[in-house]
């Protein structure tokens, strides 16, 4: 949108910096001043109680940030986006990842055509196929009932499945066994395999593009792996290998059959994806029940995002916030601190969501930016990081805002002893939380009788913000939650900072250059363009392998 005018210029950019400028906000004087702002300072969603009264915000400061909102109509893109415009400017696509969840009634048109019937339709595919699995209907080549799914992409067509299937491990059919490959190191899906019976096994080959070159080499591999444990009869493939793709030419290809093939669209960005297609093998995991649940759960933050009030609308909020630290306070990164075991991999699927979508330097008209873009993304779960990491976060030097997620319920069938856990667990949470934000000054420890010399060491100059994102459970439909209202927060940042947030087109060099500099390993051969340091390490590793 070239008729933008600067954001550093605005006169609501310039508001925020000259709020700023007033000094360090604290959240010992802010919560003494305002002890009201513990319950003021939530939103609630669906079954997400966002409390972010831990920021380093006032009234005004919101106010001041949901001016910029207005100003950069982040409402106006938002409703682009569920109209279904095309507002991923350089790829000329529509953004419609909300179509995905959409119920069966809705009407959501790309160029004139209603997607909703093509949606579900995918989706009973899906449901019918899960099922079959499921209950042994759908048998392997042998004839024998498949108990092992692998699912082989990588990136958005990895990372949304492999973190769902562990989020909602609770819920999985537990006689099944699923794995995820996604790298092409050999050592990943040699041994995703290697205790596996072929005659057992389903391969569902996942690739937006079917072109990926680490999906297909891996799959290429499996059919490979699959062949010599069957005999090395072909017809064994289609009983074997289901793809997911929009790609319906590279699929037969590659020789899988169509009719085993599960569609979605371009309009559905990698990142963007597990509700769709993408997501066969955790329907086969918890089954299209709970998938269904799982869907409705974005659903509900979906409408939030497009109904709720700037003042109450929770990604919008948290959107702003981060924009707030990354370009107030110069903070250069974001915690995502999950205190559930089964969120082990939710920060490593928001990594791409957030820094896939938000690290961009132009703007949507090709300039470049001059304020700061999307932060680095980062955590694990708790309790763990607190044994490792937190340190710097509570004595280093950086403004490391962070997102603590909890829940007041252990799922699974736990015992009685390891559900009591669950107290200790989350009482570490809200320890971090408060420890972060108020600290303990040199004053408070003096009257610990902690010697002069050691006062500065174990003192916390606290102040670190925190939002805390609580449910009761970890449900299927709240994951669903978790993920849209994530996913909607990354669209407030990418629209106030005018970037485009669907393309991907950092990663496309790389890609270039590893088919440019393969042949230099494999076969000596010589690479033109080759830069003197990289024609050195390829030397050195020829050297190597060969010595
Ligand atoms: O890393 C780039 C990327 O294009 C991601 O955006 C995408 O999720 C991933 O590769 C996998 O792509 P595909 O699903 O087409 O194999």
Known sequence: MSDNPKLSRRPEWTALEDHRAQGQPQLRDLFATDPGRAERYVVRVGDLRIDYSKHLVTDETLALLQELATATDVFGLRDAMFRGERI???????????????????????DGENVVPKVHEVLDKMSDFAGRVRSGEWTGHTGKRIRNVVNIGIGGSDLGPAMAYEALRAFTARELTFRFVSNVDGADLHEAVRDLDPAETLFIVASKTFTTIETITNATSARSWLLAGLGGEDKAVARHFVALSTNAEKVTDFGIDPDNMFEFWDWVGGRYSYDSA???????????????????????????????????????????????????????????????????????????????SNGKSVQRDGHP?????GPVVWGTPGTNGQHAYYQLIHQGTKVIPADLIGFARPVGELSDELKAQHDLLMANLFAQGQALAFGKTAQEVRAEGVPEEQVAHRTFKGNHPTTTILARDLTPSVLGQLIALYEHKVFVQGAVWNIDSFDQWGVELGKVLAKRVEPALTEGADVPGLDPSTTALVAAYRDLKEG
């Open 369 to 373: 930016v001059g304020w700061q873009t």
């Open 278 to 356: 993408i997501g066969l093998s955790l329907m086969i995991a918890i089954g299209p029940e709970r998938f269904r649940e799982m869907l409705d759960g974005f659903r509900i933050v979906d409408e939030h995002f497009r109904t709720a009030p700037a003042e109450a609308n929770a990604p919008l909020l948290l959107g702003l916030l981060g924009i707030w630290y990354g370009n107030f306070f110069d903070a250069q990164s974001h915690a995502v601190l999950p205190y559930s075991h089964y969120l082990s991999k939710f920060t490593a699927y928001l990594q791409q969501l957030d820094m896939e």
């Open 88 to 110: 991923n400017l350089t790829e000329d696509r529509a953004v419609l990842h909300t179509a995905l969840r959409a119920p069966r009634d809705a009407v959501i048109e790309v």
